[in-house]
């Protein structure tokens, strides 16, 4: 594909159960990033991952949160027992080099939890 | 640590021009502007780095000066498609980019 996909497009969960979101970056890009868009805010980083490397957790708001790129390019970001706060668009972007790179967004994942 | 944005909401007639600011407290690598359209995926527009030229892209352009640490994105002659949040990511040399609240743009015809 031309962009980067995420999906599900969707997904509720009950409070206490466990996602993974997947991210499917442009084919090539060294860099990957997650984050978090909550309603009327701007994203909010989470992770970045150079290649399968992982440089950057900072921005992951607990250990609930875990993301992996384990061959350097298809991204999961795993949420275990999800809770209300979690709800929130999680946005993948991919960019070609490590540095004043564009990034390219995939349309996101809206994640409620019940 | 994440940039200020100004004004938070704009509403124009098509035709108009506007301004949207954004200022960081520390010093900045690099800035970007993205738009993005309800429901959509944040779009580039275009990114300004340390010591470089004035950007622009079709009739949107931006400045950056480094001294004050603020950038501001120029639209000129506003079209229907302008619509939407924009946003400026501010990079500190740490890779990843921080993001502003964003300023919604609303184009009126």
């Known amino acids: 594909g031309a962009g980067v996909s995420q999906s599900p497009r969707y997904k509720v969960a009950k409070r206490g159960q466990d996602v993974a979101l997947r991210c499917d970056p442009i084919?090539?890009?060294?860099?990957l990033f997650w984050y978090q868009q909550a309603l009327g805010q701007g994203p909010e980083f989470l992770t970045y991952f150079q290649n399968e490397a992982q440089l950057d957790k900072s921005g992951l708001p607990s250990d609930r949160f875990f993301a992996e790129r384990p061959e350097g390019s298809v991204s999961t970001l795993k949420i275990q027992r999800t809770q209300q706060e979690d709800s929130a668009v999680y946005l993948c972007a991919s960019s070609l080099t490590e540095y004043n790179s564009p990034l390219h967004f995939g349309n996101g994942t809206r994640l409620t939890v019940t | 640590q994440q940039p200020v944005q100004s004004p938070q909401a704009v509403i124009l007639r098509e035709g108009e021009d506007a301004v949207i600011n954004c200022s960081s407290s520390?010093?900045?690598?690099?800035v970007h502007w993205y738009r993005q359209k309800h429901g959509e995926a944040p779009v580039f527009l275009m990114i300004?780095?340390?010591?470089?030229e004035q950007m622009r892209h079709e009739k949107i352009s931006a400045s950056f000066n480094e001294k004050k640490q603020q950038s501001s994105l120029y639209l000129t002659a506003s079209q229907l498609s302008y619509s939407g949040t924009y946003f400026c990511g501010t990079e500190y040399g740490a890779q990843k980019l921080v993001f502003g609240q964003g300023t919604r743009l609303t184009i009126n015809p």
């Open positions: 520390k010093a900045l690598y690099s």
């Open positions: 084919s090539g890009h060294v860099s």
């Open positions: 300004l780095l340390k010591g470089g």
